[in-house]
């Protein structure tokens, strides 16, 4: 028969050993498809006939086998990241949330008509596994559409200063805020916790005079810093001299007061005195006035004008203190 042998031995298994065979494999693929395990930071949906049933917490659990119920695992307990502009080696999301093209992707206009190349991250978590699921078609491709759209929206705002320098922060913000409205509206199931600027930087072709221009900034704002360094050392120390003069001044006029209510209450006490007995008074003022003047006057003599003939020898020119 066309060159072929046969075994003449050879026997048809029974049929008993055949079913027993057939029963053995369903048995193992009722068992292998029966239990599934959730990881710690992992929930589970459970799709009974292709429809949502439930979603389980992490663990070991049992579903109906040969396909009845299908379990998706999301990481719903760990933060996941998107990054834009950029690809780190070994990045674990899946590649249909990562970039195509990062050069298109951080390329970006700012509101002064400025071009800038801006790498930055988007931080979410999986919030709820059955809109993620079942409410938008491909949830990460649109959250990474809807993350880029957000941020050229908030850089097309603003100047390339802000971007680069002073407004980052505020840019993350308003990008964040904006994110989570989109991500809401879009019933993504996501929730976006934190968006961070990493990266920012002109185009390689005007990478010199940014960099110039930076430098002139930079100078500005040293030089600024300085002037108000000695505008804080100068001010201070004129307002001291100043106080130090006021209050010099303020004590000198209360001196001067003190001491002319002093001599007008002196007066007033003399002239109550002169009141009563005006001659002893007088007499007394004179005494007094001359006890004060004479002492400084120094040696004098003093003679009649008739007298002068007689004294021709005296220096009188001179003081007498200096002839002794």
Known sequence: MDGRTFDANFQIPPLRTIAAIIVGILLIALVWTSYYTVDAESEGVVLRFGKFSQTVEP?????????????????????????????????????????????REKSMVTG???????????????????????????????????SEAAMREVIGDRTVDELITIGRQDIELSALTRMQELAKRYHLGVRVDQVQLKNVNPPSQVQGSFNEVNKAQQDRENAINVANGDYNKAVPKAKGQADQTIRGAEGYRFKRVNEAEGDVASFNAMLAQYTKAPEITRTRLYLETMGVILPQVGQKIIFDESLRQLLPILPLSTKLGEGK
Request: no cysteine.
């Open 112 to 146: 002064d008509l400025n071009a800038a190349l801006v790498e930055w991250v988007v931080q979410y978590r999986i919030e709820d596994p059955k809109q993620y699921l079942f409410d938008v078609r491909n949830p990460g491709s649109t959250l990474r559409d809807l």
């Open 59 to 103: 663990g070991l659990h049992f579903k109906l086998p040969f396909g009845i119920d299908a379990v998706t695992v999301l990481p719903t307990r760990r933060q996941l990241k998107m990054e834009f502009g950029f690809l780190t080696p070994g990045y674990t999301t899946n590649r249909d949330q990562a970039g195509e093209n990062q050069d």
